[in-house]
């Protein structure tokens, strides 16, 4: 793992642009060895993210066999589609190479256990995902569109969850996703390896998952996996991108271009899965492990660095700004928001 560079004082950079300055703002406040400690990676944490986002997932689809009622039916398409984006996440981390220290492992483990099994594939979003990263909040970045329309009216967004929930977003996202897959797609996310064989271990990994229901005598369990990614998915994919980057104060500064979103316990377990609410840290130092952006997060705020920050106290305050332009207001000019949101990579 490389050393992480100290730039100079910025003061002394008269040609220093805004970036820079709001890196140097934070990182000088912070020793080597704390942020080397930070960076550092423990192999066993994440495969406990991995377990226990299977076992999660797995204790969801035992519950509806044993009391197959509309309540515990939809409480574990809840949780399963929550899961469904801790396993994203996790792909995320892979990209990173954050997941596992050995890299061809991180690779494997990130496709095979995280992102085929909701319908992603690692290399390409890799490169996408990066892109993001060294253009958030330009024109340049791929994900602008995600969180350029708000705020919005609350019967615009209304409208959005019911979409979400009733299945159009994850149709729209499953065919945007096949065209990638297949190579026609004509948007931004692109595959130049496109074909049937791209497909290959999203088949596979959701065969093993049938299989295993199958196994256990339920095979019919499996139909929540498919029904909870064209779903609740998509409401917390949804959730989860307008709250990292939606209605921020200052796109071109690194404090102020991310937010993190304070959950409690319910909001980890049906929004915000292995510590994804932590996105302002994540943007900061992108290669932090998941599993240390809380004590990330306690030393930004313990020198003072998240003064004037976006950081939201839960969930439902995010709604509230996201939802917050008046009825009838003047026409805001239209954002690409559904378009991004059903092809985009997922997550």
């Excluded at 791929?142 to 705020?151: K, T, V, Y």
Aim: net charge positive; with cysteine.
């Amino acid at each position: 793992m490389s050393a992480t560079t100290f730039p100079p004082d910025a003061t002394d950079a008269t040609d220093a642009t805004p970036e820079a300055v709001a890196r140097e703002r934070w990182l000088t406040r912070f020793t080597r060895d704390e942020i080397e400690s930070l960076r550092a990676m423990d192999d066993w944490r994440s495969w406990l993210s991995i377990g226990l986002n299977w076992v999660t997932v797995g204790i969801a689809m035992a519950a509806v066999a044993i009391w197959p009622n509309p309540v515990v039916i939809v409480t574990s398409l809840l949780v399963i589609g929550a899961r469904q984006l801790g396993m994203a996440i996790l792909m995320h981390e892979a990209s990173h190479r954050t997941l596992l220290s050995d890299r061809a492992l991180n690779d494997w483990v990130g496709n095979w256990l995280c992102a085929y099994p909701v319908w992603g594939d690692l290399h390409p979003y890799r490169a996408y995902h990066l892109q993001h990263h060294a253009k958030t909040g330009t024109d340049q970045d791929p994900d602008i569109g995600l969180a350029a329309p708000f705020p919005i009216t609350r019967a615009s967004l209304k409208r959005k969850i019911v979409r979400d929930l009733t299945g159009q977003t994850g149709y729209k996202r499953a065919v945007a996703t096949l065209k990638r897959d297949l190579g026609a797609s004509r948007g931004k996310v692109k595959r130049a390896d496109g074909g049937v064989t791209t497909l290959r271990g999203v088949v596979i990994s959701n065969l093993v998952l049938l299989a295993i229901c199958g196994a256990l005598g339920h095979p019919l369990l499996y139909l929540l996996w498919p029904a909870a990614w064209l779903t609740t998915y998509s409401l917390v994919m949804r959730i989860r991108s307008i709250a990292e980057h939606g209605m921020v104060p200052d796109k071109l500064d690194d404090l102020r271009n991310t937010r993190t979103t304070l959950a409690t316990w319910w909001e980890r377990l049906l929004i915000a899965p292995n510590r994804v609410n932590y996105h302002l840290e994540h943007h900061l130092l992108m290669t932090v492990p998941h599993y240390h952006l809380p004590r990330m997060h306690r030393m930004l705020r313990e020198r003072g660095l998240l003064e004037g920050a976006p950081v939201a106290q839960g969930y439902a305050e995010v709604l509230r700004l996201a939802s917050s332009r008046p009825e009838g207001a003047g026409a805001r000019q239209a954002g690409p928001s559904e378009t991004a949101l059903t092809q985009r990579p997922p997550f």
